[in-house]
Structures are given as C-alpha cells and as structure tokens.
T-cell receptor
Framework: LAKTTQPISMDSYEGQEVNITCSHN???????ITWYQQFPSQGPRFIIQ???TKVTNEVASLFIPADRKSSTLSLPRVSLSDTAVYYC?????????????FGRGTSLIVHP | GAVVSQHPSRVICKSGTSVKIECRSL??????MFWYRQFPKQSLMLMAT?????????EQGVEKDKFLINHASLTLSTLTVTSAHPEDSSFYIC?????????????FGPGTRLTVL
C-alpha cells in the first residue's frame, strides 16, 4: 500500500486559497488519489479523486504532476467552515482487495 | 451520493457491559464494510474488514473476541464491544464500499461516540 505524507497542520485566513500537498512516492500504476475532509465527531467526507493532471469539482481542485509521486489539494477562497482535517488516500479504484488506510492528515485552521 | 448510517450516534455505558453499534448502507449494497476507531486528535485506525457472510479480518492488535463484527447482509454490519472498559471509549466509524461500473466507491458513516464510565 502506498504510504502518504502530509503536513500535520496549516493555518490560513478567510478568502485565501489553500494548497495542501500529499507525498506518495510509491504510488502504484493503478492507484488513484482521493481526498477526504473530516470535521470533529463526524465521519470523513469525500472531496475529490483523481489519477493524473488536474481534476476540478465544485469544492476543490486536485493537481497531480506527471510522476504522480505527490498531489495537491487546492481549496479556493476558504471560509471558517473549511476548518477541518484533510486526508489523502492512495489506492486502486477497482478491485476488491483495497483497504483504505488513513495517514495522519492535515489539520487546517481558517482564521477570520 | 450513497448514505451510510450508524446507530446509535452516541452511547454511554458502564464498565463491563457490551455495546452494539450498527452500520447500514441505506440505498446500496456494500460488498465490503470497514470499521475504524479514532481517538481524540488522532487519525482513523482500521480495526477490521468484513465481507458479507464471512468472518471479519482484524488488524494486528485488535482483539477479535472483544470487538465482535457481524456482517449478516449486504446492507448491515454490526460491531459489538464486549465487556467494555474506559480505554475502549472512542469514536467508531464504519465505511461501506460498493463497486459501481467497475470502480470502487467508499462511503463513511457519521460515527458513534462511545463513552465507557
């Protein structure tokens, strides 16, 4: 299983763009990268998933360089409600053997 | 997206009692369900993986006789914490996986806060 490394914490201010980078040096060819958001005392919530280049949805963008050894979650114009822990997971998008394992995550605090 | 529910959302029990937590996939059939435990300010720790109709696979260090997992149907898995002690107090989260058009989709429940007095 590809191990992931993220910054433990980040601070930002309302209205700023936040970029959280995740390292996954031993990502496999068939692995996808998935980001989750977790608020205190809640289950993780899916944010975005990608395989290569750039993926964008209504809440975030995911940038993946050509070597796929890292990925960056970009949150545009954060608000106080984006204060949460963000996890990146790496694993195959298909097949029954994948076991989603969480790393330490990045605790994002958005200040007024 | 698909919904995974957990019941109860929080439970307080006395030391030595057993507590059952239910995890249901409400609008899909889950091929696999996972149980996690999360202590304050820590990440989710995988406890076990269960497939419908078969025995759960427990992670190293997780006592299978203490944390009983039953996965009787494709929409329901239960975790029973037997003879609970204060150190079992934690946030328990289940996750259900379904394969849609060949792709895995993973959905998480809202979690259950267990407090053992």
């Amino acid at each position: 299983l590809a191990k992931t490394t993220q910054p433990i914490s980040m601070d930002s201010y309302e209205g700023q763009e936040v970029n959280i980078t995740c390292s996954h040096n031993n990502i496999a060819t068939n692995d996808y990268i998935t980001w989750y958001q977790q608020f205190p005392s809640q289950g993780p919530r899916f944010i975005i998933q990608g395989y290569k280049t750039k993926v964008t949805n209504e809440v975030a963008s995911l940038f993946i360089p050509a070597d796929r050894k890292s990925s960056t979650l970009s949150l545009p114009r954060v608000s106080l409600s984006d204060t949460a822990v963000y996890y990146c997971l790496v694993g195959p998008a298909s097949g029954g053997s994948y076991i989603p394992t969480f790393g330490r995550g990045t605790s994002l605090i958005v200040h007024p | 997206g698909a919904v995974v529910s957990q019941h109860p959302s929080r439970v307080i029990c006395k030391s030595g009692t057993s507590v059952k937590i239910e995890c249901r996939s409400l609008d899909f059939q889950a091929t696999t369900m996972f149980w996690y435990r999360q202590f304050p300010k820590q990440s989710l720790m995988l406890m076990a993986t269960s497939n419908e109709g078969s025995k759960a696979t427990y992670e190293q260090g997780v006592e299978k006789d203490k944390f009983l997992i039953n996965h009787a149907s494709l929409t329901l898995s239960t975790l029973t914490v037997t003879s609970a002690h204060p150190e079992d107090s934690s946030f328990y989260i289940c996750s259900a996986r379904v394969e849609l058009a060949g792709d895995n989709e993973q959905f998480f429940g809202p979690g259950t806060r267990l407090t053992v007095l």
